[in-house]
């Protein structure tokens, strides 16, 4: 009975399209071809190309002046209207370019007609595209320079502040709380040459390369790229309209950022922890429990990592649509847009969370000094002070070290607690000197080696990264 009613179901049309279906296939065509209601964001880079096109095909005598400045003049009202009530999403326009062509269409009559001229949507969207996306690099490098600048402070004011550092998530030898963020400063560095590389790769001209194969009208391509500030026209125009590595590399870079901002965010969700105790962040980036009044939560932390995890997946997504592509424009390349959109949407609000995490959090210097006591932190400089000072090799000083550390956890006491004596019993070549080198303070001083964690060493650090920021200002 059942069976026959699903093959009813099928056998009929109506009831298969179903729903908001019932108009039959063509609303379906109509849906699933529409990308108005994302390409619209390419609004901006959409009239500025249009608008070098024209200004060429003028200057090249392929339309005429008037038309052109008709052209021009009808884009500029378009432009203002967008900038005040938004872009209109028409189906049947299916994209940002028919939408705004059959604005201009109805603004200044058939001249409009005109500007598609040695044009197709596939060199047109190609170009509107690489224009988002090097607007997308240059806001997100901004961004990341502010963390930069956020990251570069605090580690100046703190220089000198201990805390553990880990290995295995266990204590392993004191550090200081400068050192630990300016590695972050440096992972931010390498993201910023990322963005700048593939800024660098992406800024050539698609425009011109028509549908696929170029154009028998006589364009000038190097007119257009030098107008949107590409530094040449691309030279194949299979490859122009084809082309989405830009967008790959945006999101590789991103997705490399965003693996970054996590880590850093899983540092301060673990720091806010009350077991640690590390920072208090900001009331304006934690939120409360709705039922445990105690609460405070670093969710803006945990949606950073959370976001990571989606714009990996954009990259992901944009590199699974290409891979089966022959050459040149498939319609697949439509869905191009989404995963940028999103991705640089997510790392733009992830770079400002941390950028203030950073900035506004209050460091419990305190409570991460009384942490680098525990577990027995120094052992290692114990050890460094056994080859140093009694010319003991590394392993066998090791070996007594760790006679030094079980005595001491025996009795529940830190290392420069042992009374002498014990440590004598354990090797008679240690002398009293050796307190000095088993307090925190003297453990990140000793590590003065370039890049280590010694204050000095992070002051000049500081210096070197503030002198780096202020050149590119
Ligand atoms: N909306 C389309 C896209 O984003 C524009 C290009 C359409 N080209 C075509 N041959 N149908 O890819």
């Excluded at 805390?163 to 560095?189: C, D, K, N, S």
């Excluded at 070996?399 to 025996?410: D, F, P, R, Y």
């Amino acid at each position: 009975m059942e069976r026959c009613f699903v093959l009813s179901k099928v056998s009929s049309s109506n009831a298969m399209w179903g729903g908001r279906f019932a108009e039959g296939p063509s609303a379906i065509m109509r849906e699933i071809n529409a990308s108005i209601p994302f390409d619209k964001a390419l609004w901006r880079q959409d009239i500025a190309a249009s608008c070098a096109h024209v200004t060429m095909l003028a200057a090249c005598n392929i339309v005429s002046a008037e038309d052109a400045a008709a052209i021009l003049a009808g884009l500029e009202t378009i432009s203002g209207e967008y900038e005040a009530h938004g872009v209109p999403e028409n189906w049947d326009l299916e994209d940002i370019h028919m939408t705004t062509e059959s604005r201009l269409a109805e603004l200044i009559g058939v001249a409009a007609g005109r500007l598609h001229t040695a044009r197709s949507r596939n060199d047109q969207v190609a170009t509107d595209f690489r224009l988002w996306v090097r607007d997308a690099i240059d806001q997100t490098d901004a961004g990341l320079a502010a963390l930069q600048r956020a990251l570069v402070a605090q580690a100046g004011v703190h220089a000198a502040s201990i805390m553990p550092g880990f290995t295995h998530l266990q204590v392993a030898q004191p550090v200081t709380l400068g050192h630990h963020l300016l590695a972050y400063y440096e992972m931010i560095r390498r993201d910023r040459s990322r963005f700048a590389d593939a800024r660098a790769r992406l800024n050539v001209s698609p425009l011109g390369s028509a549908a696929l194969a170029g154009t028998g009208f006589p364009i000038d391509r190097a007119m257009t790229a030098s107008a949107l500030g590409f530094d040449s026209p691309m030279r194949n125009s299979l490859d122009g309209v084809s082309d989405r590595d830009f967008a790959i590399d945006y999101l590789q870079a991103a997705a490399q950022c965003a693996l970054h901002l996590s880590r850093l965010a899983e540092e301060f969700v673990i720091w806010a922890s009350q077991p640690f105790g590390f920072v208090r962040m900001a009331d304006s980036l934690s939120t409360g429990s709705s039922i445990m009044p105690q609460k405070k939560n670093p969710d803006a932390a945990e949606l950073v990592r959370g976001h990571s995890g989606r714009i990996i997946g954009c990259l992901t997504s944009l590199m699974v649509t290409m891979k089966g592509l022959p050459l040149a424009y498939s319609k697949d390349m439509q869905d191009d847009k989404p995963p940028v959109f999103d991705a640089a949407n997510l790392l733009g609000l992830s770079i400002a969370a941390m950028t203030g995490m950073v900035a506004g959090s209050s460091y419990r210097t305190d409570r991460m000094r009384q942490a680098a006591e525990l577990g027995f932190a120094t052992a290692t400089d114990l050890a460094d002070w056994l080859v140093r000072q009694a010319d003991i090799p590394f392993r066998e000083a090791h070996h007594i070290t760790g006679a030094a550390v079980k005595l001491a956890e025996s009795r529940g006491i830190a290392l420069d607690e042992l009374p002498l004596a014990d440590l004598q019993a354990i090797d008679n070549r240690i002398d009293d000197r050796v307190f000095a080198a088993l307090s925190v303070e003297a453990s990140v001083a000793a590590r003065a080696s370039y890049g280590g964690t010694a204050p000095d060493q992070v002051r000049a650090r500081v210096a070197e990264a503030l002198g780096e920021l202020e050149a590119e200002a």
